[in-house]
Each structure stands twice: as C-alpha cells, then as structure tokens.
C-alpha cells in the first residue's frame, strides 16, 4: 500500500499571508489529485496533475507535481478567509484505480 | 450536468442493525467507488466497480459489508450487523476510465452513526 504524508496538519494564517501545503511519498504515483473538503460535505475536485515537474494554476492556487511524481504541493497566494477548509491530496497507484489519500490540512485563514 | 450523489445523508442506527446506502454516480461514468472517512484522517479505499464487475477489495472491507453495482449504474453498500466502530463518513466517487488521468469526482457523503 502506497502512503501519502501530508504537512502541516494544521494552518491557522491571516487573511493575505501566503501558505504551501507538501504532500509526500516514497512511491510513485500516475497522477495526483488536490481536493477540498467542508465539514459534513464529499471532497470537491480542484486540480489533477499527471506529468513529473507539471505546474498547475487555478487563481491564486499553484499545484506542483514533482519531477519524480512521488511529491506535490499546493501554494495559496493572498489567502481569503473563503480558503478556510481541509485540504486533500491523493495519488492514484501506478497499478490500479484507487486513491491513496494524505491526512490533511486543516486551513483556517483568519480575517 | 448533475454529480454523484447519495442517499441518506445521515444514517442513525443501533448496534446490531443493519444499514444500506445509495450512490448514483455521474451519468456515464463507468467506474464507481467507496471509501471511509473517520473524523481527522483522509479518505480510505474501499472497493470499486466497473460497469457491474467488483474489480478490487480493501482488507478494510470485512465480511460484514457488502457492495453491488447491478446494472453498472447505481450501487449500494451494506453493513450488517453494525457496531460501533463502523460510524463513519462512507463516500461514494466515480470516473470515466479511458479519457486522461481516471478523475474521481465525490459526492457528499453518507454520515454513519452506530448507537
């Protein structure tokens, strides 16, 4: 079973600061995906990344995949208090369909 | 265009009973899938379908719970004999193998309290 760790666990910023959340791992991934979570509510999709050194934008959010495909990492510029929420990596095996998920950033962006 | 969704949203039950929950997955979608959430920690595998076939297992599954997927459209996932340490978040998730990177896309969930 592949692992992900994710860090920091926990995030508690002011609103404009910037912020970057490592996701890694000792395996190889085919492709990696960053999701978003409220309470109570499903993972909602923000970015796939498929290729080893793929850099993604959405606004202010910068995904990374890394040369290797083993690593990714989210950065926040100008965070919003709207950013508030856990954040999800997940790395799909190289042999298989599931997601192996990190344990999470909890971000909390303070007005 | 409408996501995956599930029924119930909440699900409170004795110790003891059995429970059974619904995903209908994103029209077209041929692949279909479920995971745990416990409260702090991220998603874990459970199983997934494509079409009607059950293609991979968790260890995480025991011989409590059991999924079906039909007519490769819906599924449901039961637990029998439910205990304590089965209240969870089960989420349900599909993708369209074959085009790009097999994108799961969520829906929001089936919260899980065992009394």
């Known amino acids: 079973t592949q692992l992900l760790e994710q860090s920091p666990q926990f995030l508690s910023i002011q609103e404009g600061e910037n912020l970057t ?6 395996s190889v991934f085919s492709s990696l995906q960053w999701y978003r979570q409220e309470p109570g509510e499903g993972p909602v999709l923000l970015v796939t990344v498929v290729t080893g050194g793929e850099v993604k934008k ?3 959010l910068t995904f990374q995949f890394g040369d290797a495909r083993k690593d990714s990492s989210l950065h ?3 965070a919003q208090p709207g950013d508030t929420g856990l954040y999800l990596c997940a790395g ?11 344990e999470g ?5 303070n007005p | ?58 260890r995480l599954l025991s011989d409590r719970f059991s999924a079906e997927r039909p ?3 819906f599924s449901t996932l039961e637990i ?10 089960y989420l349900c998730a599909s993708s369209l193998v074959g085009l790009g990177a097999d994108t799961q896309y969520f829906g929001p969930g089936t919260r899980l309290t065992v009394l």
Not at chain 2, 16 to 38: A, K
Not at chain 2, 41 to 55: D, K, R, S, W
Not at chain 2, 80 to 89: F, I, L, N
Request: aromatic content about 10%.
């Open chain 1, 76 to 78: 926040i510029t100008a």
């Open chain 2, 1 to 58: 265009d409408t996501g995956v969704s599930q029924d119930p949203r909440h699900k409170i039950t004795k110790r003891g009973q059995n429970v059974t929950f619904r995903c209908d997955p994103i029209s077209e979608h041929n692949r279909l899938y479920w995971y745990r959430q416990t409260l702090g920690q991220g998603p874990e595998f459970l199983t997934y379908f494509q079409n009607e076939a059950q293609l991979e297992k968790s």
């Open chain 1, 21 to 26: 959340v490592y996701c890694n791992s000792s």
């Open chain 1, 105 to 109: 950033t909890q971000l909390t962006v």
């Open chain 1, 92 to 102: 799909k095996e190289t042999s298989g369909s599931r997601l192996t998920f990190g």
């Open chain 1, 58 to 60: 959405l606004k202010r």
């Open chain 2, 71 to 73: 007519k490769g459209s």
């Open chain 2, 80 to 89: 029998q004999r439910t205990e304590q340490g089965d209240s969870a978040m």
